[in-house]
């Protein structure tokens, strides 16, 4: 069964989000009790995609903004993603320059404040786990499904399910 709403599709052992083109993230707001102050351009996602092992929000840092304070965690790992823009990340006493396509960890003891100093907003994810969590990702945890249909071929006899093997240019 397919539940649906503006946003989200929720599905037999799947939930999607859209959250739109990046422009219309400043849409996004949470007040107290969600957040400590009222925060425009922040959304979390752990209920809407029934999530409880992690926690992912799309977050937008308009230009010239700042986080308002400094901030660890208690017992969750976070990890940044900026997605586009440009800004300045503070981990502990370390200042990173930051732009599309950075990545960062932080444990959960790490102090962290961020800004935009740039003069276009700041895009970014931000996924929280627990710390002392332990995943076998990558392809470890894959499955090759070789006889389940793909959608857009026409005819099974197209080709093999997932085609010839793929290799990237260098």
């Not at 859209?18 to 996004?28: H, K, N």
């Not at 949470?30 to 102050?37: E, F, K, N, S, W």
């Not at 700042?66 to 969750?76: I, K, L, S």
């Not at 503070?90 to 100093?117: C, K, M, T, Y």
């Amino acid at each position: 069964m397919i539940q649906a709403t503006d946003q989200s599709v929720h599905g037999d052992g799947y939930d999607c989000f859209e959250a739109g083109p990046l422009e219309s993230w400043t849409r996004f707001k949470l007040t107290p009790p969600d957040a400590p102050m009222p925060v425009r351009g922040k959304y979390f996602l752990r209920k809407l995609l029934n999530s409880d092992g992690l926690e992912m929000s799309v977050n937008v840092l308009p230009a010239g903004r700042e986080m308002p304070f400094v901030h660890r965690h208690q017992a969750n790992d976070e990890i940044y993603f900026v997605i586009q823009g440009r800004g300045q990340f503070q981990a502990g006493e370390e200042l990173f320059e930051v732009s599309d396509g950075f990545f960062i960890r932080l444990s959960p003891e790490v102090p962290r404040v961020w800004r935009n100093h740039s003069e276009e907003p700041l895009y970014y994810l931000v996924i929280q786990y627990r710390a002392d969590s332990s995943v076998t990702g990558g392809t470890l945890d894959g499955e090759r499904l070789e006889q389940h249909p793909i959608v857009w071929k026409e005819s099974p006899a197209d080709e093999p399910a997932h085609g010839s093997e793929t290799t990237l240019p260098e």
